[in-house]
């Protein structure tokens, strides 16, 4: 399986600021899947990404909040927007949609 | 309903024995199931999918399959620990990659 690297591993954070979180795997992978955890929660997809075309959301989750690049095969970033208190998760992102990286643990004060 | 339900737990077991863990699904369509250990602050690790039904034995580790009560569970024999964690189940349909998670079963085997 992919070797997954997710930057940075946690951070805290600034409400109204953003984060830029980065998923790189060791090898070419069609998709990119990003999943949120909220604390005591299970997860829950936020969108997969296809290089070369727009990130598909899920219900509940808008670009404005959190864009997504795709800029090759082998890279991702989402980026949590104008961040409040309730988005402290820990985010993860998943290059066949089952196995994970690490992930961000984002706290937002 | 919940898509995937799970008993929230926590379970507790003592050292030794067998580690029952259950989940249900609501969609006929569901085809892949997953179970995945959760450590706390850590990222959820794949411990077993199953597409069939009956048993599929991996070390200590069984998962069960009943499609037609839509049922999925996983055994760990010989509990230790080491094995204490929150355990997700996860299913999906033919042809979809996004997996539905359960809420998760917090289990501590006590020495």
């Known amino acids: 399986s992919a070797v997954i690297s997710q930057k940075p591993s946690r951070d805290i954070c600034q409400r109204g600021t953003s984060l830029t979180i980065q998923c790189q795997v060791d090898s070419q992978v069609t998709m990119m899947f990003w999943y949120r955890q909220q604390p005591g929660q299970s997860l829950t997809l936020i969108a997969t990404?296809?290089?070369?075309?727009?990130?598909?959301?899920e219900s509940g989750f808008v670009i404005d909040k959190f864009p997504i690049s795709r800029p090759n095969l082998t890279f991702s970033t989402l980026t949590v927007s104008n961040m409040s208190p309730e988005d402290s998760s820990i985010y993860l992102c998943?290059?066949?949609?089952?196995?994970f990286g690490s992930g961000t643990r984002l706290t937002v004060v | 309903q919940k898509e995937v339900e799970q008993n929230s737990g926590p379970l507790s077991v003592p050292e030794g024995a067998i580690a029952s863990l259950n989940c249900t699904y609501s969609d006929r369509g569901s085809q892949s199931f997953f179970w995945y250990r959760q450590y706390s602050g850590k990222s959820p690790e794949l411990i077993m999918s199953?597409?069939?039904?009956g048993d599929k034995e991996d070390g200590r580790f069984t998962a069960q399959l009943n499609k037609a009560s839509q049922y999925v569970s996983l055994l760990i024999r010989d509990s230790q620990p080491s094995d204490s964690a929150t355990y997700l189940c996860a299913v999906n349909k033919w042809g979809a990659q996004k997996l539905v998670f359960g809420q998760g079963t917090r289990l501590t085997i006590n020495p």
């Open positions: 998943s290059p066949d949609g089952y196995t």
């Open positions: 990404a296809n290089q070369g075309s727009e990130a598909t959301y």
């Open positions: 199953i597409y069939s039904n």
